[in-house]
């Protein structure tokens, strides 16, 4: 019979899957960057660029507080929401559009990590762990703030930008 596992056990896998995570939105930032129009969304990018290097810092001293080894597990949630994001740079490239649907695809990235942090931290609570809890709730709230941005931005980013041409006007089916 396979070892029973614990909650401990949870906490480490978690751990490591929103330290995979991290490392990969640490990567598409910049090129999230690059992509976005306005000059508020490129320097909210790479602010938030610089946030996620502290929140890797964290997730090791965490490793550490643990005993283990940082290492990250292939998080595939995280790899999808981000292909989603590329998707968008491609497909609204050049588009009045283009600024909104990378700050959805950021809002996504933003509640994966929200759900992950928010249970983490919780588990720590649980097991005992305050040092470990404390260093999760620094950087939830920081995802939370950065949410919030990223709400009002996306709110003034969507303003005017419906009908900029017929052809890209979508078809608005009427609510029965
Ligand atoms: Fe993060």
Known sequence: MATEKTLNDLFLDTLKD?????????????????????????????????????????????????????????????????????EIMEEYKGTVALDAGLISSAQAVEHYEMARYGTLKSWAKQLGMTEAATLLDATLQEEIATDQKLTALGEETAKGTGNASASSKPVLKKAS
Do not use: N
């Not at 490392?23 to 129009?37: E, F, G, H, Y």
């Open 18 to 86: 929103i330290y995979f995570a991290e490392k990969q939105i640490l990567k598409a930032l910049p090129k999230m960057a690059r992509a976005a129009q306005s000059e508020e969304g490129k320097a909210g990018f790479l602010k938030h660029r610089d946030e996620t290097q502290g929140q890797i810092e964290r997730l090791e001293q965490i490793f550490e507080l643990l005993g283990k080894p940082a290492r990250g597990k292939t998080c595939e949630a995280i790899q999808g929401i981000l292909a989603e994001g590329e």
